[in-house]
């Protein structure tokens, strides 16, 4: 009810800001302010004049808040505890994901070299094999001439 009727008026943020700093007895003696300004007024130039009553209310009761500007709610402080606790968890886990990425970063790079280096070998053993091959495919015509002279 109390954010409906400020959120009617022309400045509804002002005061939607300064209803949700307000404690909890001071929103409801606002709510019972504006529930009896709303009865007996319902034109728009009455919606004006509630517009600046709702102003002089809002400052009473803001400078009669128990929580003055600065300070922060129970509610909001536990929250922000909460959320403190969650951010050192998270950056904790963010360090612990960090050192496994280096470290499999490491290892990837350690079997990349392997890999590379037992290519090249492949390779090698690849040529030495086609080398052997042609080498015996010498001696077999080399072998097939002398043992089979031409007639």
Do not use: W
């Amino acid at each position: 009810m109390v954010l409906g009727a400020a959120v009617q008026c022309t400045d509804k943020e002002t005061y939607i800001n300064a209803i949700l700093t307000l404690d909890e007895s001071c929103q409801n003696e606002l709510m019972v302010l504006i529930e009896k300004i709303l009865s007996k007024r319902s034109t728009s130039q009455h919606l004006e004049e509630t517009n600046s009553n709702l102003s002089t209310s809002f400052e009473h009761l803001i400078k009669n808040s128990p929580f003055k500007s600065g300070t922060q709610f129970p509610k909001q402080e536990s929250h922000e505890k909460t959320l403190l606790v969650k951010l050192e968890e998270l950056e904790n886990e963010n360090q612990v994901f960090t050192h496994k990425v280096n470290d499999l970063t490491q290892e990837n790079d350690v079997l990349k070299t392997k890999l590379n280096e037992l290519s090249q070998e492949g390779e090698k053993k690849d040529q030495e094999i086609r080398q052997m091959m042609q080498d015996r495919e010498k001696t077999l015509e080399k072998v097939n001439h002398d043992n089979y002279p031409k007639l």
